[in-house]
């Protein structure tokens, strides 16, 4: 190779760095772009209600277009829940990240227990969830989205199971263990976002829905809690 050729290389080397680093400055400026979309909304969410507040409205405070919101956002509820990806698939995240030798209940219940007793701002243990909360019941729409990703969330976790299990097309169980690992995680959220929109103070709020969560356990059948066990070898 003549140095001709080798200086060519090292320029389309150089030039292909500087084109990860501009994708990557991008990319967070989108993210970024988004967040603050997402704050600004959220902010009037809290101050005049959800339903209440435009979309034209959201653009102006943030200072875009409309269009530029509906590109980061295609449905207004949307700016409200704007870790919708992350919610849907926690439950599938905990199950494939589970212990050796432990279920899928059994890492479910471990996580929400830890959470509890952490009081983990995750769970909407914080004071201000109180009127996130608040936004919540009072919209229609977003209840409707809340439901919506709960149910994302289960079907989710039964394509985990399966595919975790091996389980054969007609087999019952994956759908039938994710209805109940989603039971245990969509009560224990409940719990908290009525207690904290009553003005719950979160370490009370955090003992109360923990001795549920261990009341809950103690219903599931043996064959639920031990369900995908995970091989210890």
């Known amino acids: 190779m003549d140095d001709g050729t080798a200086r060519a290389g090292e320029r389309r080397a150089e030039g292909q760095r500087v084109d990860e680093r501009a994708e990557g400055l991008r990319e967070r400026k989108k993210r970024q ?11 009037l969410f809290l101050e005049r209600g959800f339903d209440e507040v435009t979309i034209a409205e959201i653009a102006d405070a ?19 829940f704007d870790r919708h990806d992350e919610v849907v698939q926690r439950l599938s995240g905990i199950v494939r990240g589970r212990r050796p030798g432990e279920s899928a209940v059994g890492a479910v219940v ?7 007793v952490m009081v983990s701002p995750s769970l909407g243990l914080i004071p201000g969830y109180a009127g996130f909360m608040r936004i919540c019941h009072s919209s229609p729409a977003l209840m409707a989205k809340i439901w919506r990703m709960q149910n994302l969330a289960q079907d989710d ?18 759908e039938l263990v994710a209805g109940q690992i989603a039971w245990l995680q969509n009560t224990v959220m409940r719990s908290i976002g009525r207690a904290m929109a009553g003005d719950g103070e979160p370490n009370e709020v955090s003992r109360v829905v923990l ?14 809690l031990n369900y995908a066990t995970k091989d210890t070898e």
Do not use: C, H, W
């Open 33 to 43: 772009t988004r967040q603050y979309i997402s704050d600004v909304a959220t902010g």
């Open 62 to 80: 943030a200072d875009v277009s409309v269009n530029t919101v509906y590109n980061y956002f295609p449905d207004k509820a949307d700016l409200f």
């Open 110 to 116: 471990r996580t929400l227990r830890d959470e509890l």
């Open 157 to 174: 976790l039964a394509r985990t199971l399966e595919r975790e299990t091996g389980a054969d097309q007609d087999d019952l169980m994956p």
């Open 211 to 224: 001795v549920k969560l261990d009341v809950m356990e103690a219903l599931l059948s043996d064959e639920i």
